[in-house]
């Protein structure tokens, strides 16, 4: 354990084939209510395109970005959300008054309101399990294993490997939010 | 609809408002905001429990070791010791965690008090329900003078045996299983060849072709995983629709429905007559090569590019590329249920294609599978004299599974009454209603019935035509036998509690204890409990129950390579081109097209297929996979639905010669222009299926009841239907 | 139609709408009571927020400019105008404490863990620093210590402004559509469009109930609605233009909700016609002897409610995210607001007039120009 650490997560979207493990694996692991309206984590279905019989469609798995510059943080008005030493975007319930100004300044609609804390709520990258040296609910349970987590200042991790051995982007990169998913 | 449609309770909150209003003003109660879900402390487990068991939502049966705090289900996260479902549990694994919570689960015995289908019911004590099913049994046999006049219907899962194993002691003949639901032409299509029903080597594999099996949706260990992880060089998927395995596929072949035989013709045409077939491993291996080669010589591309629509340059070229990748090359034994009425013939003409390339018991091709011995307590059957001379349908189907039956020829001869009546029902985890092509007709038979018991652990379709309706314990809440999971890594797994019931249930096991006493059976096969009897399975190898219990899978270590010739347990001991079998039984040794029906102008071929988030039409009404699912779609091809003037989202009637169902529609590129589609397990009859019941279409309610005369299977996609716009 | 009686019991009657709205928000959790989504999480509060704000704000600048400016049609009134301000403020402080899960963290946390890069924070910073400047002012006016309500005019009109641009600025830092330099300079118009709209109407009122002559003080709300609708018009129609013609994707279908989208008719009927095409249209047929101006401006207060939710909604009915198909109508997320979010700002209204009626009571205002 030397040095900070910047957790983040690597994307494979050619792996992804939307069978949403990851949707409902974060649900029960976290106590995310049973409602459309409410999830950390999601596989975007991509509409079919093109025209009869040449035609194509991406599966694209999608999360809290955890950005290093992230606009919830700096929207917030209590310093409810906040990222925490370890680079995650974290959200201080006690301190949430539910302005959903966050969740509209997220360019990934990562956040909602959840009807079981009653603020607003996002993923945590597990913090809870990763801290006990386990991986995320959504990178255990993932099939195709289309995500993969580690810390980028160890080069030796998987995550660090897969950014030096691949063409990678990350979404909305515009917005300059500096976001920490990968996708490959 | 749009995205932010009024939920349910919403619907409910703005009609109740006023009233509701004006009883909070009379200060009448609180309300109940959040139905809290039952949480049992439970003495057996500490916090922070770890328990090893195995998933039951699906026949794959993966690894799952079950998180359990203060007695609550936290989740059910992979079992890292279980290599048959590679580290993971998909969504319905995980929702899984959430089922024994369900509000919509059989808490007691019910008794039905209304007509049958009427939902009106009574509680009853397990010491009623079991009394009255076991009377009610008795005088079936008695007023019939007929054991067989009981039918049982079960479908796969741990405690099966237990329900087979009943039947059995009971004396019936009339034991009722899924597969000509399923997979029966498939194994008799592929057997008549291998002599076995072959796995692929989908991890080592570097070409695949998949014709109407959809791995990624309907998932399976560990192919559908491999498929992803390390994948083949190359997938071809062929296919009406535009399938998630499609969309991940290299090439996607939309195949004019029921024609896949023509396909696998024309490539053993190819493979033939280009001299792409191996040689070697023919000469060595195979029975009838010459006769084939004289068949197949009226199987060119060119004829089959008109049967199948897709050209005959793309047959050849995929029959090229899958040749020069063998024997790392496979035509997957994978199924979509059956097609046509060509189908157990399609499955010995995909097998051959397999042979032709010796891609057999090699790495990357087929390979047999192994299956680890298990133990069994016997027990001495009884020999019944008032009793039937054999199954209903017995006779009618050229290769009857006779521990299993043929599903629609059975129905058929249950509402003749020919040759014999069958009169009662037991009904274990099955639901016909649903998964039977042509749900009237269930229903009529089930109407026709004297009794009708239901094992179940929610009301379905079928448990809602019930007399008696005995809830079962959820896989996480009960003990299950010890379970050999064949394949190419075959492992034993089993399950034990991570909860205890939280409701008054019993496992099937408890259940046909219960039944062999009240139907005075004069054997008693349930005489051990059943930790005694997975030691029992398991005793033959050393540790195997304690590695049950702490890693939730054995694997024995002196497991043989899976790879290598090990014989073929056919009539000539070879792989057979040419089938004596088949011609004794008036067939045709080698497989014969048979021209698929015309779809006349203004008709569509109706296909059904699978979807990862649901099992069969079991999970459609469980919390969490409902919401990602919540009612199912009409997949229409965009030219077409223009023309019927309907657009994405509009309400439309699918109309066969039997049924209808009312649906939204999912104008798409993605299909056909001549085919139809979509997922089963919705429109429910059963209102205690609060998710599902009337939500959607029907699928069983659509389909006519054809079935293919060699297996006993039912064909699921020999249905026509109109297609009309209801409203916009 | 309009005595002092009947618009007592609308108001009375608007009121109890409101109040069913807190209950039914209490009773059944704002999850349930509003229909806000994950997509749209802003909906008919934010904009009523606004929409009262801006009322508050444009009577205020309105007010303190008399004073500054001496300019009498305007100055003889401002006492009025201020307690309508004050009262305003707190209908959108009502509005926004609906909203609000937790209203009272907002106040615990803003001074124990403040974020000074979040303009929300500068809102409520500034907009409590305006209360307090506008409560202050009218006390000096009440005690008839003229300068000293100038001084602090002055310096309610700057925070006023500055808050009211940060308001603009609120949006403008959140979503594509709403960003740009135009948005504070915006907000600002409107605001004084809302100001003059509302001054017509209650001027007219109490020069009727009180029977006060005010005619020049109507006449020139009149025409200041008029200039103040003129330029709004001309920023709504380079904005459309430019946002249809040549700009990011986001921007172009926010706009385009509104020209031709979901929310045309809120924008074409709501928008144009009440709020800017039939209020010029009544004001340039409105004279001292006639009560067009009144009937115009309750045209232009509809308008630019629509105005608002436009605004608020449009920004947001583009998906951050590619949705399934399936899912979206037009490519367009929907919103309608619910029965309770609806009820809030009725009940703002009528708490608005209410309050003012009887504050002018206890004031002792009733016949009072200053």
Redesign the interface.
């Known amino acids: 354990m030397n040095g900070k650490k910047r957790y983040a997560m690597v994307i494979d979207t050619h792996k992804c084939f939307d069978c949403k493990a990851c949707t409902i694996a974060c649900k029960m692991e976290n106590g995310v209510a049973d409602s459309d309206q409410e999830y950390r984590n999601w596989v975007d279905t991509g509409e079919i395109i093109g025209v009869f019989p040449n035609v194509s469609q991406k599966f694209t798995p999608g999360q809290c970005n955890h950005c290093t510059n992230a606009p919830c943080v700096k929207v917030c008005p209590t310093t409810a959300t906040y990222r925490d030493e370890n680079g995650f975007v974290r959200v201080d319930y006690e301190k949430c008054i539910v302005c959903k100004y966050c969740m509209i300044a997220c360019p990934y609609d990562a956040r909602f309101v959840s009807s079981t804390t009653h603020t607003v709520d996002k993923c945590t990258f597990c913090a809870h399990r990763v801290g006990r040296g386990e991986l995320p609910a959504c990178v255990e349970t993932c099939p195709s294993k289309t995500r993969t987590f580690g810390d980028l200042n160890d080069p030796k991790s998987e995550v660090s490997k897969l950014l030096r051995e691949n063409e990678y982007k990350v979404l909305k990169p515009e917005t300059g939010a500096e976001p920490n998913i990968f996708y490959i | 609809?749009?995205?932010?449609k009024?939920t349910r309770?919403?619907f409910l909150?703005?009609s109740a408002?006023a009233s509701?209003?004006f009883l909070?003003f009379a200060g009448a109660g609180i309300?109940v905001?959040f139905s809290d879900e039952p949480k049992e402390q439970l003495s057996n487990f500490s916090a922070n429990n770890y328990i090893y068991t195995s998933c039951g939502i699906c026949v794959n049966k993966c690894g799952v070791k079950a998180h359990v705090e203060g007695g609550h289900i936290?989740?059910?996260?992979?079992n890292p010791h279980f290599p048959k479902s590679?580290?993971?549990?998909?969504?319905r694994?995980?929702?899984g965690?959430?089922l024994p919570y369900s509000a919509d689960r059989l808490k007691f015995p019910l008794i039905r008090v209304g007509e049958r289908g009427e939902n009106k019911w009574r509680k009853a004590s397990w010491e009623e329900a079991l009394q009255m099913v076991g009377e009610n049994l008795n005088k079936v046999v008695e007023k019939y003078e007929n054991r067989s006049a009981v039918m049982f219907v079960s479908t796969e899962g741990f405690q099966e045996e237990f329900f087979k194993t009943f039947a059995e002691a009971f004396g019936s003949y009339n034991l009722l299983r899924h597969p000509t639901l399923c997979l029966s032409s498939n194994i008799q299509g592929f057997s008549a060849v291998f002599g076995n029903y072959p796995d692929a080597d989908v991890k080592n594999a570097k070409y695949i072709i998949f014709t109407g099996s959809n791995r990624?949706e309907a998932?399976i260990t560990p192919d559908?995983?491999d498929l992803?992880?390390t994948g083949p060089k190359k997938l071809v998927v062929i296919d009406p629709r535009?399938t998630?395995?499609a969309?991940?596929a290299n090439e996607?072949?939309?195949i004019k429905v029921g024609t896949d035989l023509a396909f696998a013709l024309a490539m053993i045409h190819v493979l033939i007559n280009e001299n792409l077939y191996n040689k070697q491993f023919v000469e060595e291996n195979t029975f009838g090569f010459e006769e084939l080669k004289i068949h197949i010589q009226k199987y060119t591309p060119e004829w089959a590019e008109i049967e199948t629509e897709i050209s005959a340059d793309k047959i050849r070229q995929i029959t090229r590329e899958f040749a020069e990748n063998a024997p790392k090359s496979v035509y997957y034994p994978g199924r979509r249920s059956s097609f046509s009425k060509n189908d157990a013939e399609l499955r010995r003409a995909m097998a051959m294609v397999n042979a032709l390339v010796g891609a057999y018991n090699v790495e990357g091709g087929l390979v047999q599978t192994q299956k680890i011995k298990l133990n069994k307590i016997e027990f001495e059957p009884v020999w019944y004299d008032n009793n039937a001379d054999d199954r209903l349908e017995a006779g009618k189907v050229k290769f009857l599974a006779e521990s299993s039956g043929a599903w629609i020829p059975f129905r058929n001869a249950v509402l003749e009454e020919k040759p014999y009546p069958v009169k009662a029902m037991m009904v274990y985890k099955q639901n016909p209603v649903e998964s039977v092509p042509n749900r009237k007709k269930t229903i009529q038979m089930m109407k026709s019935m004297d009794f009708v018991c239901v094992i179940d652990i929610e009301m379905s379709d079928t448990a809602y035509y019930a007399d008696v309706i005995l809830p079962e314990s959820t896989y996480l809440e009960r003990w299950d036998p010890a379970h050999s999971l064949s394949g190419i890594e075959p492992l034993v797994t089993f399950r034990q509690p991570v909860i205890q019931p939280l409701h008054d249930t019993k496992s099937c096991f408890e259940i046909m204890q219960g039944l062999t006493k009240t139907c005075n059976l004069e054997t008693n096969p349930f005489d051990y409990t059943i930790q005694e009897y997975i030691q029992k399975q398991v005793e033959d190898y050393e540790g195997a129950y304690e590695s049950l219990l702490n890693k939730g899978v054995y694997i024995p270590k002196n497991i043989p390579s899976p790879y290598g010739n090990r014989g073929f347990k056919t009539q000539t001991k070879k792989i057979e081109f040419y089938s004596d079998k088949y011609k004794r039984k008036g067939l045709n040794p080698m497989p014969v097209y048979e021209t698929v029906t015309e779809i006349p102008e203004g008709k569509f071929k109706f296909t059904v297929g699978r979807h990862?988030?649901f099992t069969h039409s079991s999970t459609q009404n469980m919390?969490?996979?409902n919401?990602?699912m919540?009612e199912n779609?009409l997949w229409l091809?965009?030219?077409k639905a223009k023309n019927l003037g309907i657009k994405?989202?509009d309400l439309v009637k699918v109309k066969s010669s039997v049924g209808e169902g009312i649906l939204k529609a999912?104008v798409?590129?993605?299909?056909?222009?001549d085919t139809v589609f979509f997922v089963h397990g919705f429109g429910s009859k059963s209102k205690g299926l609060t998710k599902t019941h009337g939500i959607g279409a029907s699928e069983a309610e659509i389909l006519e009841d054809h079935w293919e005369p060699i297996s006993g299977n039912a064909l699921m996609h020999e249905t026509l239907v109109e297609v009309t716009k209801v409203r916009s | 139609m309009f005595t002092k009686k009947n618009m007592l019991y609308i108001s009375f009657f608007f009121a109890f709408i409101g109040i069913l709205a807190v209950i039914d928000t209490l009773y059944f959790g704002r999850e349930e009571s509003f229909n806000l989504t994950r997509q749209i999480p802003w909906g008919m509060h934010i904009a009523g927020y606004v929409f009262f704000v801006a009322i508050s704000t444009g009577l205020c600048l309105i007010a303190s400019i008399g004073h500054v400016f001496h300019l009498k049609e305007f100055e003889q009134m401002s006492k009025h105008l201020i307690l309508l301000s004050i009262i305003t403020l707190f209908a959108a402080f009502f509005v926004i404490g609906i909203e609000l899960e937790y209203p009272t963290r907002l106040i615990i946390y803003a001074i124990i863990s403040p974020n000074l890069q979040s303009p929300m924070w500068w809102m409520g910073t500034l907009y409590s620093l305006y209360t307090v400047l506008l409560v202050a002012e009218f006390y000096f006016l009440q005690q008839k210590k003229f300068k000293l309500a100038g001084i602090l005019g002055l310096i309610g009109v700057a925070a006023d402004i500055i808050a009211h641009a940060n308001l603009g600025a609120l949006f403008s830092v959140a979503r594509p559509f709403w960003s740009g330099a135009f948005l504070p300079p915006y907000f600002i118009v409107l605001a004084i469009q809302s100001g003059a709209a509302v001054m017509v109407i209650f001027l007219t009122l109490i020069q009727t109930h009180n029977k006060l002559q005010l005619t020049s003080s109507i006449r020139a709300g009149r025409r200041l609605l008029a200039i103040a609708i003129g330029v709004m018009f001309l920023f709504q129609a380079s904005r459309m233009m430019s946002s249809a013609i040549m700009s990011a994707p986001d921007v172009y279908n926010g706009a385009m909700t509104m020209l031709a989208g979901p929310l045309k008719w809120h924008f074409w009927i709501g928008e144009v016609f009440l709020g800017m095409l039939l209020p010029l249209g009544l004001l340039s047929k409105s004279s001292d002897e006639n009560n067009l101006a009144v009937y115009a401006s309750c045209s232009a207060i509809f308008g630019m409610f629509f105005m608002r939710f436009n605004h608020v909604i449009a920004g947001q009915m583009v998906p951050v995210r590619d949705y399934y198909k399936l899912e979206l109508v037009d490519n367009f997320l929907q919103y309608t607001p619910s029965f309770s979010e609806i009820a809030t700002i009725v009940g703002g209204l009528g708490f608005t007039f209410i309050a003012y009626y009887y504050a002018e009571k206890y004031f002792k205002m009733e016949r009072e120009i200053s």
């Open positions: 609809m749009p995205y932010n009024i309770r919403k909150k703005s408002i509701s209003l909070a309300p905001l936290i989740r059910l996260e992979p590679r580290g993971m549990v998909c969504a694994g995980n929702a965690a959430r990624l998932l559908s995983i992803m992880k535009f998630k395995t969309a991940k996607w072949l939309p990862a988030f919390d969490y996979l919401t990602i919540k779609v091809n965009t030219e994405n989202n999912f798409t590129q993605g299909i056909r222009t």
